[in-house]
């Protein structure tokens, strides 16, 4: 077995609950205590990724450099600990059925019959022990999805079992669940907690820790309580009362003393306090701002904020290295066309234009960058958002009106965005378009050189369509301008105007790699040049 030590995250009682941020939090103290540690996630949809899900039913699809979808919760991982994850990191039950199913065909388990117990949980089982056996990390935090109780997350539960069988003290289980509050009765109460942790029982795993979600905080008799119904240790019981942001919870569960707990468990040394000034310094920037500006973000997905998550937390890591609060104002797109779009958009200091899919709200993300062009207001567009910057511009100011991108008009005679040339055979979905980190080319005196203060990035993607080069010199020479490029292809990642207080477009997902320690630097630049139009005088 692995030297390695692993801690297993299952929820309880709801959804929800927050179990990446927990999980995150406590890999943040550990590393903080001078531990190599990263966290995996386990889904137990029977998707091979999330790739080919609707952002509204999951949330944003994390793409990490490896060209991996993952879960939304992989990018609180990153944002956490500031190292980047893997495909490894993230797990799926289509992923482990169809390995075994491919190893069945193979004839992999000579004439057995193939079940649940042992053919999927060994998977499971192998695949939750592969990071730890790398030898880079000494521990490894498992968050199983779903919540226990749930068929799905079944076989996961099973294997989490076996495993604490298997690995003995190296290993440890964290329960979160809920503490309601009836408001009626005034009173917290604990029977959630205890009929889940039942639940955890009868599937023969008996957890070593309780995270206990509350809106108010747990006095010492519910602990006790907690404790003795629940058969674990009075400081086992944590409280995870609701913060006023995510970063908050480090801090929280620092005081809570889960780090120590958790070490004391698994029979690792304290070695020393964590070292979280710099997290502290951000906190103090983050809930006591100097300056406000008022920034729009124009997508189709807005009723669910999640399907938004990374740029979100982004430009807040941006306000911050600002010392500025960001006020974001969320704006449909199908809600914005040319009648009305001054009074949508009037009184913000910048518009972002979110990536996407499918047709539906183009016009109303075209009306918006045509706004912010024609009114010198800062705009950030990423990948669909920079492609309807390129739109806008083809229509608006070359005399195109029938400019389009191929994915929603496929006849139109100037299709200034078009399927990338490798993509024009695949008929597949899952998993096929260009995906993970690419190496950019900057151009000399550029405003992206000038951002990032080197020539030379690499970016993570996630599209099917580029910007068609046949159109390029047209562009150029009526003032929007490529100024980044993929070498391997030509392929142009960054457009910008040479007018415009700050006017750019990105091909590419930079908020994939915006942490806590390094917020991006067009994020960073974005919201000073928002800051910027805030203090002109109207």
Known sequence: MSAAKYIFVT???????????ISASLA??????????????????????????????????????????????LGHYERFLNVPTSQANNVTTGRIYQTVINKEREGAF???TV????????????????????GEYEIVITEIGGTVGDIESLPYVETVRQLKWELGSSCLSIHLTLIPYLAAAGELKTKPTQHSVKALLELGVQPDILVCRTEH????????????????????VIESIDAETIYDVPILMYKEQL??????KLKLPLQHEPELEQWKIFLGKLKNPVNEVKIGLVGKYIELKDAYKS???????????????????????????????????????????????????????????????????????????????????????????????????????????????????????????????YSCNLVKGSRAAAVYGKSKISERHRHRYEFNNKFLKDYEDAGMFASGINPDGNLVEIVELKNHPWFVGVQFHPEYKS????????????????????????
């Open 11 to 21: 929820g309880g009682v709801t959804s929800s609950l927050g179990k990446g941020i």
């Open 28 to 73: 943040k103290l550990l590393q903080a205590r001078g531990y190599k540690v990263t966290i995996q996630k386990f889904d137990p949809y029977i998707n091979v990724d999330p790739g080919t899900l609707n952002p509204y039913e999951h949330g944003e699809c994390y793409v990490t450099n490896d060209g991996a979808e993952t879960d939304l919760d």
């Open 110 to 112: 000579l004439g057995k």
């Open 115 to 134: 079940q649940i117990i042992p053919h999927i949980t060994d998977e499971i089982k192998r695949r939750m022990l592969l990071l730890g056996e790398t």
């Open 217 to 236: 905080s747990i006095t010492s008799e519910i602990r006790r309580k907690i404790a003795l119904f629940c058969n674990v240790n009075v400081n086992a």
């Open 259 to 264: 780090d120590k707990v958790v070490l004391n």
């Open 311 to 437: 740029i979100n937390e982004a430009i807040i890591h941006a306000g911050v290295a600002n010392e500025c609060r960001v006020k974001l104002e969320w704006i449909h797109s199908e809600k914005i066309d040319k009648e009305n779009v001054q009074s949508r958009l009037n009184g913000l200091n910048g518009i972002l234009v979110a990536p996407g899919f499918g047709d539906r709200g183009i016009e109303g993300k075209i009306s918006a960058i045509q706004y912010a062009r024609e009114n010198n207001i800062p705009f950030f567009g990423i990948c669909l958002g920079m492609q309807c910057a390129v739109i806008e511009f083809g229509r608006n100011i070359l005399g195109w009106t029938d400019a389009h991108s191929t994915e929603m008009s496929p006849n139109t005679k100037h299709a200034v965005i078009d399927f990338m040339e490798e993509q024009k055979k695949i008929t597949k979905k899952g998993g096929t378009m260009r995906l993970g980190e």
């Open 515 to 538: 942490t806590v320690e390094n917020p991006h630097p067009l994020f960073v630049k974005f919201i000073r040049a928002a800051m910027d139009k805030s203090k002109q005088v109207v």
